[in-house]
């Protein structure tokens, strides 16, 4: 059993930040990647960053410049820092891990619940 606890998401005004986090726990043998995707109403959901193991990075177009990913891989916790907020950054933000579990051989995809970001005026 592997769960996704993700925390930070609220209201904000266009130009503020936010940071969320996300804390995996459970039965865990090895992650590999972890990361935000969000979703908006009406759209599909799309990777916003991921970071890998190895601390190789990587970022939507729309949010290179203002969102910073990083990890503390011991405590199986992603950050995630959102500077220069817009209103388009609008969404459900969803956390994610590519992991092996105790119980599993291969890798797998897990989510969090989600946490809402809203941002406007």
């Known amino acids: 059993q592997v769960q996704l606890v993700e925390s930070g998401g609220g209201l904000v005004q266009p130009g503020g930040s936010l940071r969320l986090s996300c804390a995996a726990s459970?039965?865990?043998?090895?992650?590999?990647?972890m990361g935000w995707y969000r979703q908006a109403p009406g759209k599909q959901r799309e990777l916003v960053a991921n970071i890998t193991n190895g601390g190789t990075t990587n970022y939507a177009d729309s949010v290179k410049g203002r969102f910073t990913i990083s990890r503390d891989t011991a405590k199986n916790t992603v950050y995630l820092q959102m500077n220069s907020l817009k209103a388009e950054d609008t969404a459900v933000y969803l956390c994610n891990a590519r992991m092996r579990t105790l119980t599993t051989t291969g890798l797998y995809d897990y989510w969090g619940q989600g946490t809402q970001v809203t941002v406007s005026s």
């Open positions: 459970g039965s865990i043998f090895s992650t590999r990647t």
